[in-house]
């Protein structure tokens, strides 16, 4: 299996990571990580330094590349770079890709599978998600915190028989891994959870535990995620009832002095994914006429402060 991980920060570093770690000079298995600039350099020169709250290991990829027109074709892809870079690389992801390749996006938010849809590129497109607290510490270094991380993959209605060889493939690496003909709702229920708390984190600048703690910001991560619920039902996807009260379990029990990967790009001033969380769901409850007063509020003050 070669496997090329676009994007080496902290969703692909991590699960790029495991996958380099396991697959190791093990014959025919391959794992190459696009990735750019100091972060590139030091992985390619010392490998990739994994921290988690229990360990430190450093894990070499197979290759460590700049490009991905370097790279030949692969038998799975990891995108896992953020929104905004996807629609500049779609034609030289079609560059490694065949009708056997799977590919398997990553990135948060609504917006990017339908993007890739529309590509047409060659090869197996599934929709995906991971849910992990990880981010880049300093270049080469990434650092997961808490125990949760899973890679949800698939099809829409299925099939998805002719993945289970890259569910196995996953699995074996040590990911927490599921295989879903239903992967939609679970992107729903992934952008209920971070879209809502990204979008008050960062528009209070609070870690995670601050926000649940204070009673206002609380109940504006209730109500965004009570707003994506209701868009989502007008799309066809309907979330369990218990959809709310268990995304806010899932916050309770994150580390409370974590942040949001958007919260940390919008407070250092980089470009950041606004659009793919907030501004794409909005679009698609003006077109289902939902009213999503809460998070138009959070949008519009956080556009305001990204110029």
């Known amino acids: 299996m070669k496997t090329v991980v676009i994007g080496a920060g902290g969703v692909g570093g991590?699960?790029?990571?495991?996958?380099?770690?396991?697959?190791?000079?093990?014959?025919?298995?391959?794992?190459?990580?696009?990735?750019?600039?100091?972060h590139g350099n030091q992985i390619r020169t010392h490998g990739l330094t994994l921290i988690t709250d229990t360990e430190t290991r450093i894990i070499k990829p197979t290759a460590v590349l700049s490009h991905l027109t370097e790279c030949g074709i692969a038998d799975l892809v990891l995108i896992a770079v953020k929104n905004y870079h996807l629609?500049?690389?779609?034609?030289?992801?079609?560059?490694?890709?065949?009708?056997?390749?799977?590919i398997i996006p990553l990135q948060n938010g609504i917006g990017n599978f339908s993007m890739?849809?529309?590509?047409r590129?060659?090869?197996?497109?599934?929709?995906?998600?991971?849910?992990?607290?990880?981010?880049?510490?300093?270049?080469?270094?990434i650092r997961r915190q808490g125990s949760v991380q899973k890679l949800i993959f698939g099809r829409e209605g299925g099939p998805v028989e002719d993945l289970k060889a890259v569910e196995s493939y996953l699995a074996d690496a040590g990911i927490s891994v599921v295989l879903s003909d239903h992967p939609t709702r679970y992107k729903w229920l992934k952008f209920q959870f971070i879209g809502a708390l990204s979008a008050v984190t960062?528009?209070?600048?609070?870690?995670?535990?601050?926000?649940?703690?204070?009673?206002?910001?609380?109940?504006?991560?209730?109500?965004?995620m009570e707003e994506i619920e209701f868009v989502a039902a007008a799309t066809g996807i309907q979330l369990p009832e218990t959809a709310t009260h268990k995304s806010y379990e899932i916050a309770k029990n994150s580390p409370p002095h974590a942040t949001t990967s958007f919260q940390r790009d919008f407070k250092a001033g980089k470009p950041n994914e606004l659009e793919a969380y907030l501004?794409?769901?909005?679009?698609?409850?003006?077109?289902?006429?939902?009213?999503?007063?809460?998070?138009?509020?959070?949008?519009?003050?956080?556009?305001?402060?990204s110029k």
């Open 14 to 38: 991590y699960f790029g990571g495991l996958l380099a770690e396991h697959y190791a000079g093990k014959p025919k298995e391959e794992v190459v990580f696009i990735a750019r600039g100091d």
């Open 87 to 102: 629609e500049d690389l779609i034609p030289q992801i079609r560059s490694i890709c065949n009708e056997k390749t799977v």
């Open 116 to 119: 890739l849809q529309q590509a």
């Open 121 to 141: 590129l060659p090869g197996k497109l599934c929709d995906g998600l991971v849910y992990v607290i990880s981010e880049i510490q300093s270049p080469g270094i």
């Open 202 to 224: 960062a528009a209070h600048d609070k870690t995670i535990g601050e926000v649940l703690d204070n009673p206002k910001t609380s109940e504006a991560f209730i109500n965004i």
């Open 279 to 305: 501004g794409n769901f909005i679009k698609i409850a003006k077109e289902k006429e939902i009213p999503v007063l809460v998070t138009e509020s959070y949008y519009k003050e956080l556009k305001k402060r």
